[in-house]
T-cell receptor, first 113, second 110 residues
Framework: KAGVTQTPRYLIKTRGQQVTLSCSPI?????VSWYQQTPGQGLQFLFE???????NKGNFPGRFSGRQFSNSRSEMNVSTLELGDSALYLC????????????FGPGTRLTVL | QKEVEQDPGPLSVPEGAIVSLNCTYS??????FMWYRQYSRKGPELLMY????GNKEDGRFTAQVDKSSKYISLFIRDSQPSDSATYLC??????????FGQGTRLTINP
């Protein structure tokens, strides 16, 4: 079974721009979660989608948004990029039950200049 | 205060040593505990998943949860250079919402 895939793997943007990251979950998985990983804050939960609905949300500003499509693929968007948004953005998929194991993708490394 | 605390290390041990990695947590409602391993430039991969208190063993890895002291541990026996990675403890705070420790960077020296 193919794992979680994320595109692009690397991205360089400038302050004020916006960016869209994509995640394809493991086949059959209906839940997709997004995390931000930085050296200072570690791994922090952004949001989770299940069957196209946002089921849970972390403490991030409204500039961070996401969506999920009917095929379970998910995108996250960051608008008006700030230098502090430079991070590794990780996507994780699971079958969808509340405590199901999450399987992570390789991440998208975003650098904001 | 973070809900899951973990010493970031770094931790360096010789090959063959027993490694002990530890986390503490503050939320007594936490029931499920995980250990992930993350190699450089990769996403985290699940090593161990435990429920409530007790021990779980998988090959050279043993996960231990003590809910009375809110303490979780991962032991690695006969450590190998390939075990060099960052180890992250985590728990579910809500539906599919994982809360992670800071991660401990481990190096096994040949």
């Amino acid at each position: 079974k193919a794992g979680v895939t994320q595109t692009p793997r690397y991205l360089i943007k400038t302050r004020g721009q916006q960016v869209t990251l994509s995640c394809s979950p493991i086949s059959g998985h209906r839940s997709v979660s997004w995390y931000q990983q930085t050296p200072g804050q570690g791994l922090q939960f952004l949001f989770e989608y299940f069957s196209e609905t946002q089921r849970n949300k972390g403490n991030f500003p409204g500039r961070f948004s996401g969506r999920q499509f009917s095929n379970s693929r998910s995108e996250m968007n960051v608008s008006t990029l700030e230098l502090g948004d430079s991070a590794l953005y990780l996507c994780a998929s699971s079958p969808g039950l509340v405590t199901d194991t999450q399987y992570f993708g390789p991440g998208t490394r975003l650098t904001v200049l | 205060q973070k809900e899951v605390e973990q010493d970031p290390g770094p931790l360096s041990v010789p090959e063959g040593a027993i490694v002990s990695l530890n986390c503490t947590y503050s939320n007594s409602a936490f029931q499920y505990f995980m250990w992930y391993r993350q190699y450089s430039r990769k996403g985290p991969e699940l090593l161990m998943y435990t429920y409530s208190s007790g021990n779980k063993e998988d090959g050279r890895f043993t996960a231990q949860v003590d809910k009375s002291s809110k303490y979780i541990s991962l032991f690695i026996r006969d450590s190998q250079p390939s075990d060099s990675a960052t180890y992250l403890c985590a728990s579910f705070q809500g539906a599919q919402k994982l809360v992670f420790g800071q991660g401990t960077r481990l190096t096994i020296n040949p």
